[in-house]
């Protein structure tokens, strides 16, 4: 009778140890299904906002225009461009010869002397 309770202790105590393993097991899935629910919200936001951007290219020539001219530098018919470059961003090179170009363009700037009046 003695090793009977004692064969019984033994399997409790054994199916225990698995009860508490698998109750741990389930935390961490738990956990994974979380982090992955997170990303799939994200990715279905992408998803979204790509499908967005392929209609609108699809129905209207706005967006076609406006990746035109972010991405390429394209400019309509009649527009002018005007690029802006600040002179401490450019390799030696191009600033001399930026100066060279203001040192040609300073005479243009000047007022015209006044034509002396006969009387």
């Known amino acids: 009778m003695r090793v009977v309770t004692v064969g019984l202790v033994i399997l409790l105590i054994v199916l225990q140890l698995q009860l508490w393993r698998q109750h741990a097991r389930v935390g961490e899935l738990q956990a ?18 790509l499908a967005a951007e392929v209609l609108d290219l699809k129905s209207g020539l ?5 990746r035109a001219r972010s991405e390429l530098g394209l400019i309509r018919q009649g527009e002018e461009f005007y690029m802006v470059v600040d002179p401490n961003d450019l ?6 010869s930026l100066k060279a170009m203001e040192a040609a363009s300073e005479p243009l700037n000047e007022k015209p002397e006044k034509p002396p009046i006969d009387d």
Not at 33 to 45: V, Y
Not at 62 to 66: G, K, L, Q, S, T
Not at 91 to 96: G, M, V
């Open 91 to 96: 390799d030696p090179a191009d600033a001399a």
């Open 32 to 49: 994974h299904i979380e982090t992955q629910h997170e990303r799939n919200q994200e990715l279905k936001a992408r998803n979204d906002a």
């Open 62 to 66: 706005d967006a076609v225009e406006e």
